[in-house]
Nanobody
Framework: QGQLVESGGDLVQPGGSLTLSCTAS????????ITWIRQAPGNDREGVSC????????YYADSVKGRFTISRDNAKNTVYLQMNSLKPEDTAIYYC??????????????????WGKGTLVTVSS
C-alpha cells in the first residue's frame, strides 16, 4: 500500500520561509499528481497547489500565488512546497494527497487515492 509522508512544518515568523516535503513510499510519483491541501482550525480544507505527474503543470490558490512554489524530484520520489513571505493566515496543517497523472483543480477529495497525515505550519511572531 502506498504512503505519503509530509515533513518540514515548523514555527516561523511572518515574512519567513519554509519548505515542505511530501515523500512517497510503495509507489512512484512519475505519473502521479500531488496536491497540497491545508486546513486551519475552524476552517474548511483549502487546495493550496498541485503539480501534475504527466506534464508537470502547476496550479496555485489565489491566496498563495507569487509566494509559494511547487516542484518535484522524481529521483527522490518527493514533491516540495517552497513557501515564502509567510503570513499568519498561512497557519494550518498541510497535507499532501495523490491522484493519477493530472491535477484536478480545484482539488476533489474523492479523486485522491492516498493522503499523508499532515505537517503543522505556524506563522506567528
Amino acid at each position: 500500500q502506498g504512503q505519503l509522508v509530509e515533513s518540514g512544518g515548523d514555527l516561523v515568523q511572518p515574512g519567513g520561509s519554509l519548505t515542505l516535503s511530501c515523500t512517497a513510499s510503495g509507489f512512484t510519483l512519475d505519473d502521479t499528481a500531488i496536491t497540497w491541501i491545508r486546513q486551519a482550525p475552524g476552517n474548511d480544507r483549502e487546495g493550496v497547489s498541485c503539480i501534475s505527474g504527466s506534464d508537470g503543470s502547476t496550479y496555485y490558490a489565489d491566496s498563495v500565488k507569487g509566494r509559494f512554489t511547487i516542484s518535484r524530484d522524481n529521483a527522490k520520489n518527493t514533491v516540495y512546497l517552497q513557501m515564502n513571505s509567510l503570513k499568519p493566515e498561512d497557519t494550518a496543517i498541510y497535507y499532501c494527497a495523490s491522484e493519477v497523472a493530472l491535477c484536478t483543480w480545484p482539488p476533489e477529495d474523492d479523486l485522491m487515492n492516498a493522503w499523508g497525515k499532515g505537517t503543522l505550519v505556524t506563522v506567528s511572531s
